[in-house]
């Protein structure tokens, strides 16, 4: 399983003039907390930045930015995450702990493909583990399926010492 397997493809995204408001209503309306800020460009619109819902508490509110007036540009600075959609999971999360972010971008041949966080790598993990799980289950039924039960024993009682009781 890759990156792009699991990826979010539908990406929400803003113009990176949009007012924090602007941006804090896209994500309500999308039940998401996290954007895509992008720019226009001769060849089209282009990836500038993220802003998450943490953002927009953290950098802006708790800093008293009016956000009738911030551009949701402001807040999104800095290097984009951005991993190939082939990568794995393990490759995934060793970009996310390096570069200390908990979304990444996805490209395919330069194009965004879409975001994988944090929830979605558990996600996947959890069915990854739960399918081992369900393997195992299913071998152990396999084997009382076809094996002849032991005759019964009678069961030994053990006792414990009361100093040994927490």
């Given at each position: 399983?890759?990156?792009?397997?699991?990826?979010?493809?539908?990406?929400?995204?803003?113009?990176?003039?949009?007012?924090?408001?602007?941006?804090?209503?896209?994500?309500?309306?999308?039940?998401?907390?996290?954007?895509?800020?992008?720019?226009?460009?001769?060849?089209g619109p282009q990836a500038v930045g993220i802003v998450t819902d943490r953002d927009v508490v953290i950098e802006a509110i708790a800093h008293g930015l009016d956000a009738t007036q911030t551009e949701v540009g402001q807040l999104a600075g800095g290097k984009l995450a951005v991993v190939p959609a082939h990568t794995t999971i393990e490759d995934a999360i060793a970009t996310m702990r390096k570069r200390g972010v908990r979304r990444l971008l996805v490209s395919d041949d330069g194009k965004l493909r879409?975001?994988?966080?944090?929830?979605?790598l558990l996600a996947a993990l959890a069915r990854d583990m739960s399918n081992l799980a369900q393997a195992v289950r299913s071998g152990i039924e396999r084997e009382a399926a076809v094996r002849t039960p032991p005759a019964a024993r009678p069961i030994r009682t053990i006792r414990i010492p009361a100093h040994l009781i927490a």
């Open positions: 399983m890759n990156i792009g397997d699991i990826c979010t493809r539908e990406v929400v995204s803003a113009d990176r003039k949009s007012s924090l408001q602007e941006a804090a209503t896209l994500m309500r309306e999308h039940h998401v907390g996290t954007l895509l800020v992008s720019e226009n460009s001769p060849e879409g975001v994988v966080s944090l929830d979605d």
